[in-house]
């Protein structure tokens, strides 16, 4: 079963949004979860992590983003802040470290300057 990911949208430099996961019980029984992100053209690359009580973030994003869990809704968030238009791309959600069979269709984030 794929991961859904939600939230995304179209918002100005300087907005938020938060992105929302969901999947099934054995999924998020995995012990990191994390937030990916695929700009055309380029390949995907992850925003940040989440293991255990540890979170990782990518340089780009440190003191913007903040990942989130909760293990008792199946759920995976990613807060966005201060978006900046480098910030757009399509954001997936998926284990960490990633599983092939796990990529759905992501959300779209667009930040327009």
């Known amino acids: 079963v794929q991961l859904q990911a939600s939230g995304g949208g179209s918002v100005q430099a300087g907005g938020s949004l938060r992105l929302s996961c969901e999947g099934s019980?054995?999924?998020?029984?995995?012990?990191?979860m994390g937030w990916y992100r695929q700009v055309p053209g380029k390949d995907r690359e992850r925003v940040a992590f989440?293991?255990?009580?540890?979170?990782n973030y990518a340089d780009s994003v440190k003191g913007r983003f903040t990942i989130s869990r909760d293990n008792d809704k199946n759920s995976l968030y990613l807060e966005m802040h201060d978006l900046k238009p480098e910030d757009t791309g399509i954001y997936y959600c998926?284990?960490?470290?990633?599983?092939?069979?796990?990529w759905g269709q992501g959300t779209q984030v667009t930040v327009s300057s």
């Open positions: 019980r054995t999924t998020f029984s995995s012990l990191g």
């Open positions: 989440i293991r255990g009580g540890t979170t």
């Open positions: 998926n284990r960490f470290p990633p599983s092939n069979v796990l």
